[in-house]
């Protein structure tokens, strides 16, 4: 991806603090109108959609095998629902107007209650005309914690988030934009990380949780000031650590990196006239004690390995867009001729059958797939099982085979995550019984 420096909006990115973490994991989430500083001190503030009066919503921490119960009272003005992203969650709390649950009208309320059975750094947002209601900010961080975490000084949550902004600090509001949605989605002016600390010591271990909740923009990074390794990705800790290069995020990934503080934590986007800063956090004062033991797997059961032979072997090609060629479809864009959910699935499993499924993108953008309530593996290009993800990207003109056990029933959602590409058909979903 060629990114210019003023593809962004030439404001400073202040490093902005998440707004404060929740003391105990609320009762009732209010989808509500707020008043947002996306936008440094200085300029305007912006009109948003939030949860209990921020943007981004409360952080939701909880440890595994909890349970989560919580109110969504809808006060947003717009029909809407909360999606547990990459929880193994009871179909029945998916949160998919027309699939799982009926839309939570404005004004009514709709309660979830779920175990959050893995470890791992989520998120939750709205999955109700998503590339608006996401796009204005219905959203916010779910943290589960290990039984028994790694020993870290800090913890901490890193939201990445893009927007476009008018220069009177207001969010455009041509969300149904047709030239966006063939095209890349809804790219915003303004990028930012927004973490839930402002400094940290020198030689400090810190656990980063990234979370891109922009719905359409993929964040190469670049990471200074930290010496480490990524841990997890979507939430499942990889088997031994990674270094970290071509650190890529899809739309709704995740990524965890446990490091070592050397210096002011930064993040930024490479661009051609060099890196776009887009969060800083400030190193101060020294840890008289770091913690020498190397970074090691983050603790967690490991998933069940899918059987050599899969039961099903299935092809998913995603096609229109601008640029793409004719398909069958009634939308913009399609998967294997169709747009949007169809009566019958995309495919139908007994429970714990295992699939293969080669994601074929024929079309001249990249698009990241999104299963609901399961784990799957990449499948690498020697043929390897590789990460275990909620959320995969696949670039323009290529495909990625991708194998998983079926093993929570219910209808489960399967879709682009560029918010926008969904809106114009590019989402199926699969049944397990
Ligand atoms: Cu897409």
Not at 286 to 294: M, V
Request: proline share 7%; aromatic share 6%.
């Amino acid at each position: 991806m060629k990114l210019h420096r003023r593809t962004f909006l030439a404001t400073t990115a202040a490093s902005v603090l998440l707004p404060k973490l929740a003391l105990a994991t609320p009762q009732v989430l209010r989808a509500e109108p707020v008043m947002a500083q996306i936008l440094p001190e200085t300029e305007p503030a912006t009109r948003m959609l939030g949860l209990n009066g921020s943007t981004p919503g409360p952080t939701l921490r909880l440890r595994e095998g909890e349970r989560l119960s919580v109110r969504f009272d809808n006060q947003s003005g717009q029909g809407s629902a909360l999606h547990w992203h990459g929880i193994r969650i009871d179909n029945a709390m998916d949160g998919v107007p027309g699939l799982t649950q009926e839309i939570v009208a404005d004004g009514e309320t709709f309660d979830y209650d779920f175990t959050v059975p893995d470890p791992g750094t989520y998120w939750y947002h709205s999955h109700a005309r998503s590339w608006e209601q996401v796009e204005r900010g219905i959203y916010g961080p779910l943290i589960v914690e290990e039984a028994s975490p790694p020993a870290v000084d800090r913890d901490i949550t890193v939201v990445i988030d893009d927007w476009r902004l008018e220069r009177t600090g207001a969010l455009a509001e041509d969300f149904d934009n047709r030239h966006d949605a063939s095209h890349g989605g809804r790219l915003g002016n303004f990028a930012r990380a927004m973490a839930s600390e402002t400094s940290v010591r020198q030689g400090d271990r810190v656990r980063l949780r990234l979370i891109n909740a922009a719905t359409a923009r993929i964040f190469p990074l670049e990471l200074t000031g930290a010496d480490g390794f990524i841990v997890a990705l979507d939430g499942r800790p990889l088997p031994e650590p990674q270094p970290i290069a071509d650190l890529v995020i899809a739309p709704a990934q995740r990524v965890d990196i446990i490091a070592n503080v050397t210096g002011d934590v930064a993040l930024s986007v490479p661009t051609r006239e060099g890196p776009f800063e887009i969060g800083r956090i400030a190193m101060t004062g020294e840890n008289p004690a770091p913690i020498s033991e190397p970074i090691g797997p983050l603790p967690g059961a490991r998933a069940a390995m899918p059987p050599a032979t899969p039961d099903q072997s299935l092809t998913l090609s995603m096609e229109g867009g601008a640029m793409g060629g004719r398909h069958g479809g009634s939308g913009l864009w399609s998967f294997n001729g169709t747009s949007g959910l169809t009566d019958t699935p995309f495919a139908r499993f007994a429970r714990g059958e295992a699939a293969r499924i080669t994601l074929v993108n024929d079309t001249a953008f990249p698009h990241g797939i999104h299963l609901h309530g399961h784990h799957f593996h990449e499948v690498e290009a020697g043929g390897s099982l590789g990460a275990l993800r909620d959320t995969t990207l696949v670039n323009a003109g290529e495909s990625r085979d991708i194998i998983c056990v079926f093993d929570n029933p219910g209808a489960w959602m399967f879709h682009c995550h560029m918010l926008g590409h969904q809106a114009e058909g590019m989402k199926t979903w699969v049944e397990v019984v």
